[in-house]
């Protein structure tokens, strides 16, 4: 197996293990009870579904976007600002933006898609509880 299935592997495991707590935590908050009526779980489950699928989408989007080096103005910002507040940090001569840029973009990692995944799967089943909800009610 090699190294990027490996990660692309734990980005998937790490995906469902955040799904499953977003899911766990909007149920228990929605009041979700076992003992309740049918139409009721199903659409507390519809909505904490809902919830992981958008949250593990969001991070996906997010993810690719930083990856993409739309943040990278900020970053620089922010370390040079502490970098001119700090005398014991302060360089010789300071490192220009390109510079930066160009050191930062041959480190940057691409994501791989198992958030995204993890989101429409839960998204889907989102869908699924939708449906039986209004089955059940109608």
Known sequence: MSRNNR????GIWIGCITA???????AWISGFDFSAAAGKKLRILSDAFLAAGAVTAGIWILSRVASSGFFDLFSYSFRELGNRLNPARREEKPER?????TRIA???????Y???LVGIGCIA??????ILFYRTNA
Not at 20 to 26: G, P, Q, W
């Open 7 to 10: 990660r692309e592997g734990a």
């Open 20 to 26: 499953v707590v977003i899911v766990i935590t909007a």
């Open 97 to 101: 933006f390109y510079e930066y840029k």
């Open 106 to 112: 041959g480190k940057r990692k691409k994501g791989g």
């Open 114 to 116: 198992s958030m995204l």
């Open 125 to 130: 089943l989102s869908i699924l509880f939708l």
